[in-house]
């Protein structure tokens, strides 16, 4: 696979690219034709804080932000966001004046958890989402409804690539859109084209990477 991987840079800043990698590959909500490897925003110094950067500059206009929940391994832009939105003047309603960062963990029926000593830092407070990548906006809406039962407020949803524009009434900010990419197409899993012509699943992909099949 990783052969033949297209490397991609952002319309947004010529520092910050992905790679795709055409194919047949199945999310947990769609099936899509390019596999899209944002590894290297998410483990590289340099390109976690471009990719930071660039993020930040579209909350300009917020007025407040306490708390950003990192999903897929986006921990380490989320740290650098929270660093930019602070230097940026975007004001945390916090006790210590300074923005959580912080990451859930999972149940059986993949809904959102928090633990106890967590669950403060969402309740009451303005959260960010950040996500690595969105193709159908599906499971965005799960975590938003997590962080609502949690008892946050919505502030913004951040997306390195995303394929929608908006959920639930809420703007996806995001560095790479579908239109920035070669032919990207996400189908629905009962009426995917692919399988209809017998194009073998290469892998199971999400925000985290890929597992082959």
């Known amino acids: 696979m990783e052969s033949r991987s297209i490397k991609i840079y952002s319309p947004k800043s010529k520092k910050i690219f992905l790679k795709v990698i055409p194919g047949h590959f199945a ?58 939105l602070t230097r940026a003047g975007i004001r945390s309603m916090n006790k210590h004046q300074s923005i959580y960062i912080i990451s859930p963990e999972f149940n059986t029926n993949a809904q959102m958890i928090f633990r106890e000593n967590l669950q403060p830092l969402i309740y009451g407070k303005k959260v960010l989402l950040l996500v690595a990548s969105a193709t159908t906006g599906d499971t965005i809406r799960r975590n938003l409804d997590g962080i609502k039962y949690y008892g946050g407020e919505i502030s913004g949803i951040s997306a390195v690539f995303s394929a929608v524009d908006a959920i639930e009434g809420t703007p996806v900010y995001s560095i790479f859109r579908a239109k ?32 082959k099949l």
């Open 180 to 211: 920035d990419l070669p032919d990207y197409k996400s189908y629905d899993i009962s009426s995917c084209p692919l399988c209809e012509s017998k194009q073998r699943l290469e892998a199971i992909v999400n925000g985290y990477g890929y597992m």
């Open 27 to 84: 999310t947990s909500h769609s099936h899509i034709n390019l596999y899209i490897d944002l590894t290297a925003a998410k483990t590289r110094f340099n390109e976690a804080y471009e990719t930071a950067k660039v993020l930040a500059a579209q909350y300009m206009n917020t007025v407040v932000i306490d708390t950003i929940i990192c999903m897929e391994g986006c921990e380490v832009i989320g740290a650098f966001l929270a660093e930019e």
